[in-house]
């Protein structure tokens, strides 16, 4: 499922391919009705206007310009933002194909339920109004300490609780926990300073790394949880085996020596 590095790399895709094109048409795909898209007169805003610039908040994606207006979209369980050129090859599982002046088009490919489209004006006020936590690579060492430290649950929960901190699911919390030495059902509030702190440090590392990869995870090192994510695996850090558990209904994996 898309966290932030794998939307930091969609986003990417993006800035490099779709800016400064004149938007000519904004349309539905095929087998849109379980998927969140902006209707018709939302759709026709676009058209006429340029994406200028791109942002990213956690696991969001942006793309407008500085009067707007902006399309902000979530990939859901497994969708992508795709640009291509007419002619050429086509994504599968369309839902929504922007068309740009010439050839360029970007779509949003989404082969199952949860991801959404929305045409807004501005990402702040969007950010804001939805309620999310600051974005997983800018918060600050003390607002970590404070809104991770300040939870009274789980801390792999805490982590991936997108109202107190931007951008982190089920896979990279694991990971960020297996190379901190934390048992993702470490209350979040029973962590000392230091650990929070190397928590902290090590969240931008694991996040900047992955999105690194475009999505190759093949080209993480050997020595990280995510190519030895199996139950009953040897843990490539230490003597340890990794075990499978459910922390706050999501499926946890992690070393039962080095995370004890
Ligand atoms: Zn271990």
């Known amino acids: 499922m898309p966290e932030l590095p794998e939307a930091e790399a969609n986003r990417r895709r993006v800035e490099a391919m779709c800016l400064n094109r004149t938007i000519v048409s904004v349309e539905a795909g095929d087998d849109v009705q379980y998927i ?11 058209v006429g206007h340029q994406f200028t610039e791109t942002r990213r908040h956690g696991k969001l994606i942006f793309a407008g310009s500085k009067t ?3 399309i902000a979209v979530h990939l859901g369980m497994s969708g992508s933002l795709r640009p291509y050129d007419d002619g050429g090859k086509t994504p599968d599982y369309r839902k929504l194909i922007i068309a740009f002046e010439g050839d360029r088009r970007l779509a949003f490919r989404c082969p199952r339920k949860l991801g959404w489209v929305h045409v807004i004006d501005d990402p702040e006020t969007f950010i804001r109004d939805e309620g999310y936590g600051p974005d ?11 809104v991770i430290g300040g939870t009274r649950g789980a801390v792999k929960s805490a982590l991936m609780d997108q109202k107190k901190l931007a951008g982190i699911g089920n896979l990279w919390s694991d990971e960020i926990l297996f ?28 996040l900047e790394a992955v ?8 080209k993480l ?40």
């Not at 969140?36 to 676009?46: C, E, I, K, S």
């Not at 999105?211 to 093949?218: G, L, N």
């Not at 990794?242 to 995370?259: A, L, M, N, W």
């Open 36 to 46: 969140t898209l902006p209707g018709g007169n939302a759709r026709q805003r676009l």
């Open 68 to 70: 707007g207006p902006w």
């Open 136 to 146: 997983a690579l800018e918060i600050s060492r003390e607002a970590f300490r404070d």
């Open 179 to 206: 190379q901190t030495g934390t048992s993702p059902t470490a209350k979040a509030a029973d962590l000392d300073g230091d650990r929070l702190d190397a928590l902290h440090d090590k969240m931008p590392r694991v």
């Open 211 to 218: 999105a690194a990869t475009d999505m190759d995870y093949s």
């Open 221 to 260: 090192p050997g020595d990280w949880l995510i190519p030895n994510r199996t139950e009953g695996a040897d843990c490539p850090v230490c003597d340890g085996t990794i075990v499978k558990r459910k922390v706050g209904g999501r499926t946890s994996y992690f070393c039962d020596t080095h995370q004890a």
